[in-house]
């Protein structure tokens, strides 16, 4: 058959695999990179700016690219049980992926802190949820100890196959332009997916395949911030869960990503998320969830800065499907309710 057959085989040469892994695949990856006309507009200067839509994936992150690999490995190596920490959506793939897989996934959650859509596809997905009174950062110290004291593996992104699979949206990003962004724009949380991209474009580019590299530009919500304030932060908040974390297991790489590329960390506050989050869904058509809106957010603060007729591309690392709480709290748009089933009232409530 003729269809896309998943990022493992698709970047198979890339990618530290060999002929005895057994592939476990949703077909993720191949997710659009879609121009976004009213962003450019707002920055001028002839810029075009795209948003690599990774909410595509099968289940709705970034993080199917990711466990793709580790799982596969995981089953490679005859693991029977997986365990990550997370603030949702890293729990959810794991739980697919690792069910496919025929293995149990355990995923320890901050109580009271993951959005809805993501807890509903961990429970269905057959998933082992434990909730604990703690943030992301208790739960990913929680499962570290785990995975050394019992057989379970360990799939947060401190699993370095987890980069390896993520670097495929790098490849993905170049092959569709023909080169590498000028800028990279992507919200950070573990610091991992940062991480990734880095590595993928530096590997397609030893590989020829596009002649400069980006500036990576990371965003952080302004409420859990560390990279930016250069120390770990104990009690992180934001409206952004997905990125709700105080003290990022992959803080050096992200250092040394932001060095090399001549980047940098910026904040974003959750008012500024939230209106990158409006404009994407209400003017380009791109729901995406909060914590995916900061690369935008980010990219439209720092405006001002990206060089005239510059190429970027945005990360939205997650669908807006995932966090349906926020999206109805936070509409400035409402439903028309308690009309009757009346041709003539309806009309009138539609202004006609
Ligand atoms: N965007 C979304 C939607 C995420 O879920 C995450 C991380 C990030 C961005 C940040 O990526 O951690 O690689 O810097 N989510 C993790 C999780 C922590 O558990 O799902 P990062």
């Known amino acids: ?61 970034f993080k199917d690219r990711g466990m793709t690999m580790a799982i596969s490995k995981a089953k490679e190596a005859g693991a029977k049980a997986v365990i990550c920490a997370s603030t949702g959506n890293t729990s959810a793939s794991a739980a ?10 355990f995923v320890v959650i901050p109580d009271g802190y993951v959005a809805l859509g993501k807890l509903a596809q ?21 499962v570290r ?59 397609y580019q030893q590989q020829g395949k596009c002649t400069h590299l980006p500036r990576m530009m990371g965003f952080q919500a302004a409420g859990s911030a560390p990279l930016i304030c ?25 250092i040394a ?18 209106a990158a989050y409006r404009l994407l869904a209400g003017s380009e058509g791109i729901f995406c969830e909060p914590a995916s809106a900061a690369s935008v957010a980010g990219l439209l603060k720092v405006k001002d800065r990206v060089p005239d007729n510059a190429t970027v591309a945005c990360v939205l690392t997650g669908n807006g499907l995932k966090d349906p709480d926020c999206a109805i709290t936070h509409s400035e748009n409402e439903v028309y309710a308690g009309i009757k089933p009346d041709l003539a009232k309806v009309a009138k409530v539609m202004g006609f």
């Open 257 to 274: 990503v932001q060095k090399a590329s001549e980047g940098e960390f910026n904040p974003v506050t959750d008012e500024e998320i939230l």
């Open 122 to 142: 961990a429970l269905l997905y057959g998933a082992e949820v434990i909730a604990i009174e703690g943030n992301f950062d208790d739960s990913l110290k929680i």
């Open 145 to 203: 100890a785990m995975a050394e004291e019992y057989p379970v593996t360990l799939v947060n992104s401190v699993n370095p196959f987890r980069l390896e699979g993520q670097k495929t949206a790098a490849f993905e990003i170049v092959d569709a332009l023909g080169d590498a962004p000028d800028w990279l724009c992507i919200p950070v949380g573990n610091a991992g997916n940062i991480s990734a991209y880095w590595m993928g474009f530096c590997q």
């Open 1 to 61: 058959a003729n269809q896309w057959p998943g990022l493992i085989e698709a970047y198979r040469p890339f990618l530290p695999v060999s002929e005895s892994t057994p592939v476990v695949t949703l077909q993720e990856g191949n997710t659009p990179l879609i121009p976004v006309p009213t962003i450019a507009r707002e920055i001028g200067r002839g810029v075009k700016v795209f948003v690599k839509y990774d909410g595509l994936n099968p289940t709705g992150s």
């Open 230 to 254: 250069g120390e770990p932060i104990g009690d992180p908040q934001t409206l952004a869960t997905a990125i709700r974390i105080g003290n990022p297991a992959n803080w050096e790489k992200a």
């Open 96 to 105: 697919a992926y690792a069910r496919r897989a025929e293995m149990r996934a």
